[in-house]
């Protein structure tokens, strides 16, 4: 983790945010080829999830009515039990004490668990994990609101003006990406627990008694999205909650986890959520939030099926899962070690980079026309200084895809040399032929 952290920072993927003031702990800031790599993400998983007929898009406030989170159960059970250390004075979940590290420099990487033996905890208490701030200028319980601790809330107070509008018939659903917010007691593991994140949610309304079909068909199709852009299979899996670990509004939960350094960690969940959320709402607003059913002329609340991935959580998978490191041949014939991110074509930042040979012979006058020519069809970067192996190397370390290099022989015949990423093979194409070259891999 801590290559992927420094190679995060040095090649402006993720910064600590405020840094220059020592950090804000559990927040971080997306440099330009991270919000490049964390667009793309959100792009695929928008497209896959709302270029279909049966789902709609949306995009609600942070900040919504109060009486929201009092009917989502949020301000009564969206709590984690806390403890104090006594002899560090740190903070941790309790039902997290085997992986939270103490914070007392005289037991540097020692487990907080390990106090706990010596009765060096505080009784556990519940502490709600939502931020609190305030509408208007005072601030009393009466202008109390909250960051939305989850997308979801947005979409089911939504529901019915969304389905009228849309004139859709269930089964079918609403896709949200936007920010979350968590007063979380512990942040860890770079951008996987932090308090404020991006989500990727669904909620897909079922009729009754359809809802485990669904949720089986949701399941599936989650997974595959992660596999068809890239992260290896054998580092996926299903979690599924035991009873007693399910939310409070889930029937059944499972957990699509990725294998981190550090272990396994969820990256999204998928959730029978049941009536719950619409027949709350219903209750708290007085509102009736169910579906009229022209066919059977049946009138209920429907069941949701949640997909609800972290876009942030999911960054950090495939910024990981792309790391390697690899032996490379170098152009004195010896073998050297060259770090590359292998990012699926889709989600790499820059698609590909273009390389003069030499900075003469009109060399970067023809490798400026040609990134003017692709920069309206693809992200791509010029780049003339130091040694042609020297920025593979660089770019390698980006995950572009293909360097595209004008050589001697362009001045010749008007082809370039372009090298693939992953097989580091170069071929020699024409220049008109590039974009159409590029187009094709980009689609296979
Ligand atoms: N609407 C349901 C819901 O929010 P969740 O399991 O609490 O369910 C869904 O969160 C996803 O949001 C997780 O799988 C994870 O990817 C992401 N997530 C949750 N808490 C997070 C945090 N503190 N930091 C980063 N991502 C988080």
Known sequence: MEKIVSLSKRRGFVYQSSEVYGGLNGCWDYGPL?????????????????YREDIEGIDTSILMHP???????HVENFTDPMVD??????????????????????????????????????????????????????????????????????????????????????????????????????????????????????????KPGTDVEWFNYWKEERLKWFVNLGLKKEKLQFNQHEPDKLAHYAKDAFDIEYEFPFGWGEIEGIHNRTDYDLTRHEQYSGKSLKFFDEQTRERYIPYIIETSAGASRSFMA???????????????????????????????????????????????????????????????????????????????????????????????????????RDSMQQERISIDKILQYLGDRMDA
């Open 34 to 50: 991270g919000v490049e790599l964390l667009r793309n993400v959100e792009n695929e998983w928008w497209q896959e999830m709302t």
């Open 67 to 73: 009486r929201v989170w009092e009917a989502s159960g």
């Open 85 to 206: 250390c006594k002899e560090c004075k740190a903070r941790f979940r309790a039902d997290q004490l085997e992986e939270s590290l103490c914070g007392n420099p005289a037991y540097k990487g020692r487990k907080a668990i390990k106090c706990q033996g010596e009765g060096k905890f505080t009784e556990a208490r519940q502490f709600n994990l939502m931020f609190k701030t305030f509408v208007g200028p005072v601030e009393d319980d009466g202008s109390v609101v909250y960051l939305r601790p989850e997308t979801a809330q947005g979409i089911y107070v939504n529901f019915l003006n969304v389905q009228s509008a849309s004139r859709q018939k269930l089964p079918f659903g609403i896709a949200q990406i936007g920010k979350a917010f968590r007063n979380e007691i512990n942040t860890k593991n770079f951008l996987f627990r932090t308090r404020e994140f991006e989500q990727m949610e669904m909620q897909f309304f079922v």
């Open 318 to 420: 495939f910024l990981v899962d792309a790391y390697a490191e690899e032996e490379a041949p170098t152009a004195d014939g010896g073998m050297k070690v060259r770090t590359v991110l292998k990012f699926h074509q889709r989600l790499a930042p820059i698609k590909a980079a273009v390389f003069p040979l030499v900075n003469r012979d009109g060399m970067p006058e023809i490798a400026k026309k040609i990134t003017t020519t692709l920069r309206p069809h693809i992200r791509v970067f010029y780049d003339e200084s130091g040694a042609v192996g020297r920025r593979y190397r660089r770019q390698d370390e980006t995950g572009t895809p293909y360097c595209i290099t004008v050589d001697s022989q362009t001045l010749d015949d008007q082809t370039v040399t372009v090298r693939d």
